[in-house]
Each structure stands twice: as C-alpha cells, then as structure tokens.
C-alpha cells in the first residue's frame, strides 16, 4: 500500500515564504511525474506544478517567477518552496505522484491528502 503525506502548511502573512513537502511510502518501485495542485473553497482543483523523472518542470502562470517544484528522487519526496505568497494562493495544496509497485504491471495515480496553506493579508 502507497501512501503519499504532505506537510509543511500553515499560516503566513501575505509576502511570506512556505515550504511543501510530500513523501511517499511503502511498496514503491520507481515514481514518474510528481506534482502539486491545489483547491481553493469554492473552485476547482488545479495543476500548481509538475516535475518529470528527468527535472522537466512546469508551472501554471499563477505560480511562475514565484514557485519552485523540485524532487529527492532518494527519498520519494517532492517539494514546493512558495514565496511572495498572496491571499488568492490560499488553498488545500495536495500532491499528486505517479508510482509503479513491484506488485503491479502499471503505474498508478496517487493522491496525498492535502495540506492547507492560508495567507493572511
């Protein structure tokens, strides 16, 4: 069984730093694409950031010049340093792996839970 656990949020006034983490655990083999989203109330989820096994990394256009994804492909951990942050960047932050087992023939999707990240301004 695969469990992802983020942690790393909080409170922080507008212009304030947070660091995200995410590590996964048990029977992983190799992870692909690591992610971040996030779920503000009332809207949608959405992609924040992506890294690929290869440190490809991509951002949505609210985070550029602001966020940086990075992955310990050691640890099966994946990170988001968030700065400058503003109160629209207030939402439950989940982070999103793509895992192969060594029980399974295909990879799979997994979520954590999330992580709530309020910025007061």
């Known amino acids: 069984q695969v469990q992802l656990v983020e942690s790393g949020g909080g409170l922080v006034q507008a212009g304030g730093s947070l660091r995200l983490s995410c590590a996964a655990s048990?029977?992983?083999?190799?992870?692909?694409?690591m992610g971040w989203y996030r779920q503000a109330p009332g809207k949608q989820r959405e992609v924040v950031a992506t890294?690929?096994?290869?440190?490809?990394?991509n951002y949505a256009d609210s985070a550029k010049a602001r966020f940086s994804i990075s992955r310990d492909d050691a640890r099966n951990t994946v990170f988001l340093q968030m700065n400058s942050l503003k109160p629209e960047d207030t939402a439950v932050y989940y982070c999103?792996?793509?895992?192969?087992?060594?029980?399974?023939?295909?990879?799979?999707?997994?979520w954590g839970k999330g992580t709530l990240v309020t910025v007061s301004s």
């Open positions: 999103n792996f793509f895992i192969w087992e060594p029980s399974r023939v295909s990879g799979m999707e997994y």
């Open positions: 890294i690929s096994t290869g440190g490809t990394t």
């Open positions: 048990g029977s992983v083999f190799s992870i692909g694409t």
